[in-house]
T-cell receptor, first 114, second 107 residues
């Protein structure tokens, strides 16, 4: 198992375009999380899933953002009509069910908006 | 509001010196706290969590509820400890991170 996998590693796009990122969690992990990290800041929570159910969304997640985990395995995060302020590192993490389980992070997808 | 504060952006020490990376939190319930580390060009990885009360790579962290702190300590820093360190608080199932402290250990 190579851990949490994210694709692509880097995405450059023009303002106004739509982008989609993919995250493959560690295979036996039921929980999957998305975070965003901007320069000089720690990761900020966006949303998380338990299996295919999206259980919580941050207020940071505007209506241009949507996340899915249709079969309870991989997840996608889509940003529509990208803006300059969307430029950030998007991190995915996964964990098993249960209390006191640590989250394991992927390498992230760096989004650059031109 | 729940918050994690890491007051130092940068901490520079010489090899062999003691290290203390500060973390303070605000949380109304019983906190669950973590330290994550990110080495150069690597992913964020768990270093330790307060519930385990373990020492990893010589680092320890003690939860002090009276001072609402979870400082990370190591008695003798090594060059390979140079990295970005993040303190995180678990609220329901999500993590709230501090802004991080960059530790530089000089030879």
């Amino acid at each position: 198992d190579t851990g949490v996998s994210q694709d692509p590693r880097h995405k450059i796009t023009k303002r106004g375009q739509n982008v989609t990122f993919r995250c493959d969690p560690i295979s036996e992990h039921n929980r999957l999380y998305w975070y965003r990290q901007t320069l000089g800041q720690g990761p900020e929570f966006l949303t998380y899933f338990q299996n295919e159910a999206q259980l919580e969304k941050s207020r940071l997640l505007s209506d241009r953002f949507s996340a899915e985990r249709p079969k309870g395995s991989f997840s996608t995060l889509e940003i529509q009509r990208t803006e300059q302020g969307d430029s950030a590192m998007y991190l995915c993490a996964s964990s098993p069910n249960g209390n006191n389980q640590p989250q394991h992070f992927g390498d992230g997808t760096r989004l650059s908006i031109l | 509001a729940q918050r994690v504060t890491q007051p130092e952006k940068l901490l520079s020490v010489f090899k062999g010196a003691p290290v203390e990376l500060k973390c303070n939190y605000s949380y109304s319930g019983s906190p669950e706290l973590f330290w994550y580390v990110q080495y150069s060009r690597q992913r964020l990885q768990l270093l330790l969590r307060h519930i385990s009360r373990e020492s990893i790579k010589g680092f320890t962290a003690d939860l002090n509820k009276g001072e609402t702190s979870f400082h990370l300590k190591k008695p003798f820093a090594q060059e390979e400890d140079s990295a970005m360190y993040y303190c995180a608080l678990k609220k329901t199932d999500k993590l709230i991170f501090g802004t991080g402290t960059r530790l530089q250990v000089f030879p």
